[in-house]
């Protein structure tokens, strides 16, 4: 283990001397970023990357460069990761989930029912807790966020796809659910009484069609390309939890830069996290509009009472020490701010 962590941190001095020396030498304005995504280059979220990769072109002056790879053309998450912190990967934008690999607490940066609003978890997202989660990926893999980590939008929303309409959070009670392995979603699921059928999204479709689900969670973005409307009539908005795309960088890359790109890139991150805001506002405003005439229903779920059931589930978790330390408290405070 020490050997191991030695190497790490050579490897991280080599990449910030690198980049110090080509300072020295002039040799900096060539310089390209290599950004790994998952989304489709045409997906809403990849038109928020490239935008994000031409406002850094522009602001550089054509000294920094954003080449951004699509459809992990680099590599899958593990293989990402890695790359990230040995700086081959100067960018990865995904949910803050993955970060676990270095900070198990992350798993609770996005927590199902328990903000009504965006803007509740972003003040949660910005608190020292969360900071101090962030802070820890720094120190164990040389990650580190461009701006504010939550500035690009994914989602917007959360809703709940089914074939039947869901009227209150009781309705949930029995229901067949899709769910994907995730243990948190898995135990908030079941403590709502739902029956999960553990189904990878691409086989939801067919479940759906043959009653091996009754119901998907999806985020609203995602409702109209993969259809599920066609099997499951009902749409219904939940909040469930709120997604931001969190652009984490090598942090030596990022240091080792002039100020002048330093300043690029955190001011095109600026602009396309406001991008994103009005991009993803428009496709499911559109969405809705579209599916609404094509018969699909969409439902007004009273939401006030599933977030006061889910905070009592929250605080039998938090008696019985299964939360970090001060998350309850901190996360019950940004609600009544």
């Known amino acids: 283990m020490k050997m191991e962590m030695f190497v790490k941190c050579a490897n991280r ?30 997906s809403p979220e990849g038109l928020v990357f490239q935008y994000f990769a031409d406002r850094v072109g522009e602001y550089s002056e054509g000294d920094l460069t954003v080449q951004v790879y699509p459809s992990e053309q680099l590599g899958k998450e593990d293989a990402i990761l890695e790359q990230l912190e040995l700086g081959t990967v100067n960018l990865y934008a995904e949910d803050a989930f993955f970060l676990q690999k270095w900070v198990p607490e992350i798993k609770w940066i996005a927590p199902h029912f328990l903000f009504q609003s965006r803007e509740e978890w972003v003040e949660f997202t910005n608190s020292d807790l969360v900071a101090g989660w962030f802070a820890k990926a720094e120190d164990a893999a040389g990650v580190r966020a461009l701006g504010d980590p939550m500035a690009v939008v994914r989602g917007p929303y959360r809703v709940l796809i089914s074939k039947e309409p869901i009227e209150s959070y009781e309705d949930i009670a029995g229901i067949k659910l899709r769910m994907y392995p995730d243990e948190l ?14 189904l990878a ?137």
């Open 13 to 42: 001095t080599l990449l910030a001397a690198t980049a110090v020396l080509a300072l020295g030498t002039g040799f900096a304005s060539a310089e390209t970023w290599r950004f790994a995504t998952k989304m489709p280059a045409d």
């Open 185 to 198: 979603a898995i135990s908030v699921w079941k403590s709502l009484g739902a029956d999960l059928q553990m």
């Open 201 to 337: 999204w691409t086989e939801t479709y067919q479940a759906l069609q043959t009653g091996v689900a009754e119901a998907v969670t999806s985020p609203a973005a995602l409702v109209q390309a993969m259809k599920f409307y066609e099997q499951a009539p009902y749409i219904t908005r939940t909040n469930e939890y709120w997604q931001g795309l969190p652009f984490m960088m090598n942090a030596a890359a990022f240091d080792g830069l002039p100020e002048k790109d330093q300043a690029a890139l955190l001011k095109a991150h600026e602009e396309a996290g406001a991008y994103s805001v009005e991009l993803m506002a428009q496709n499911s405003n559109e969405m809705r509009a579209i599916l609404e005439e094509l018969g699909v229903t969409f439902t007004d779920m009273p939401l006030e009472p599933l977030f006061e059931h889910m905070a009592d589930w929250y605080r039998e978790l938090d008696a019985q020490g299964e939360l970090p330390e001060g998350f309850l408290d901190d996360a019950l405070a940004k609600r009544a701010e």
